[in-house]
């Protein structure tokens, strides 16, 4: 099956610098790729996806990218705010519909 | 995107008994519901994906038979722990898939099991 590693396990950014999230997978069949954002005891909230025929995508502050080849895809939030801080998620889906989801990177921004 | 809710979104009971789970999609007919849990600062692991009209289909590792998922409608599935223990406290999420590749989030659920 699928596997999902995401790195770092913790980033602590001062306000206003850029944080920088990796993930790689597995499985060549996945072709769809969101991040998630959740905060303590809430839903996780989609930010930003991208699909395998793209290689990246911004939205604002937020931008993902993604290698097929080298199977790992990148979350980049530039000009951070402390409401930015939150544990992030990556996951990785096939066309089967499951989505494998990395171990989470707790983000902490400093004002 | 579709509305999820679950209930109760908090639930604490004893050991042994057995606590039912609700998820339901309020504006969106989900022939698929996908479980989850999550247990405190990790990831979130499928459990099983909820079919209506037919048996859920179990990832590996999970036990049918303490975790019965019902399918019952199109816009609801149960998820009932029974005889649960301390170590199934946890919580639990339910997601309905969107129309294309997004999922749709409930709230999730906390359990407690004394």
């Known amino acids: 099956g699928e596997n999902v590693e995401q790195h770092p396990s913790t980033l602590s950014v001062q306000e206003g610098d850029s944080a920088v999230i990796k993930c790689t997978y597995s499985?060549?069949?996945?072709?769809?790729f969101p991040w998630y954002k959740q905060e303590l005891g809430k839903r996780p909230q989609l930010i930003i996806d991208?699909?395998?025929?793209?290689g990246e995508k911004k939205d604002q502050r937020i931008a993902v990218t993604l290698n097929k080849t080298a199977k790992h895809f990148s979350l980049h939030i530039t000009e951070t705010q402390p409401e930015d801080s939150a544990v992030y998620f990556c996951a990785a889906r096939t066309n089967a519909g499951k989505s494998t989801f990395g171990d989470g990177t707790t983000l902490t921004v400093k004002p | 995107g579709a509305v999820v809710s679950q209930h109760p979104s908090r639930v604490i009971c004893k050991s042994g008994t057995s606590v039912k789970i609700e998820c339901r999609s309020l504006?969106?007919?989900?022939?698929?519901m996908f479980w989850y849990r999550q247990f405190p600062k990790k990831s979130l692991m499928l459990m099983a994906t909820?079919?209506?009209?037919?048996?859920?289909?179990?990832e590996q590792g999970v036990e049918k038979d303490k975790f019965l998922i019902n399918h019952a409608s199109l816009t609801l599935s149960t998820l009932t722990v029974t005889s649960a223990h301390p170590e199934d406290s946890s919580f639990y999420i339910c997601?309905?898939?969107?129309?294309?590749?997004?999922?749709?989030f409930g709230p999730g659920t906390r359990l407690t099991v004394l």
């Open positions: 499985d060549s069949a996945s072709n769809y």
């Open positions: 504006d969106f007919q989900a022939t698929t």
């Open positions: 997601s309905v898939p969107g129309g294309t590749d997004t999922q749709y």
């Open positions: 991208i699909r395998s025929n793209v």
């Open positions: 909820s079919n209506e009209g037919s048996k859920a289909t179990y």
